[in-house]
């Protein structure tokens, strides 16, 4: 989606001399089609190519040149094309700009990426939450254990302390009553 986005966005932005029912189609045939060649045909324009004069030697070249291993396809450049512009922009800075797109044409779009973005957002934020309520708790236990642990040491500590003190005084007692005979 966000591929297509930026495609569409760049083309309607280098082609500002579309018509507005070109621009319309254009934007549907990005999203809806799995390949881009209905999006090429959209902005082919034979009337610039026969004013050319070379309209049937350039579609006929079109066609051979992929199979002779020439030059890409315009197709595969504009799929070339679209991986790039995608690649070089991060999902952070894609779903900050998308406030700032003008072109009425790709407001649906804008607002469903908006949607799909929330949507992922609010499961990997549920996901996150999840996690750190994990780990909080899991340290939690940790400290707990340590501190009871702790305390039975100290408690320990006290019996031994208190234990070797009464016996202490049971041999000191002891001891005292045979030297009083």
């Not at 621009?23 to 089609?33: A, G, K, M, N, R």
């Not at 579609?59 to 020439?70: E, H, N, Y």
């Not at 070797?164 to 005292?176: I, S």
Request: neutral net charge; aromatic residues 4%; glycine residues 2%.
């Amino acid at each position: 989606m966000k591929e297509r986005l930026l495609l569409a966005r760049h083309i309607l932005q280098k082609r500002q001399d579309l018509e507005p029912e070109k621009c319309s189609e254009l934007v549907q045939v990005i999203f809806s089609e799995d390949n881009l060649h209905e999006a090429q045909k959209v902005l082919h324009n034979p009337e610039k190519e026969k004013e050319h004069g070379h309209s049937l030697v350039m579609k006929a070249w079109r066609v051979l040149q992929p199979l002779f291993g020439g030059k890409e396809s315009e197709e595969e450049v504009l799929e070339r094309d679209m991986k790039k512009i995608a690649s070089s922009i991060s999902d952070s800075l894609f779903l900050s700009g998308l406030k700032d797109i003008e072109i009425e044409d790709l407001k649906p779009a804008v607002q469903k990426v908006e949607t799909l973005a929330r949507a992922s957002l609010l499961v990997s934020i549920d996901a996150m939450v999840k996690q750190v309520t994990y780990d909080v708790l899991h340290m939690q236990q940790k400290v707990c254990q340590k501190a009871i642990q702790k305390e039975i040491q100290v408690k320990e500590g006290r019996e031994l302390r208190d234990s070797l003190v009464n016996f202490t005084r049971f041999l000191n007692a002891q001891l005292a009553r045979r030297k009083d005979p």
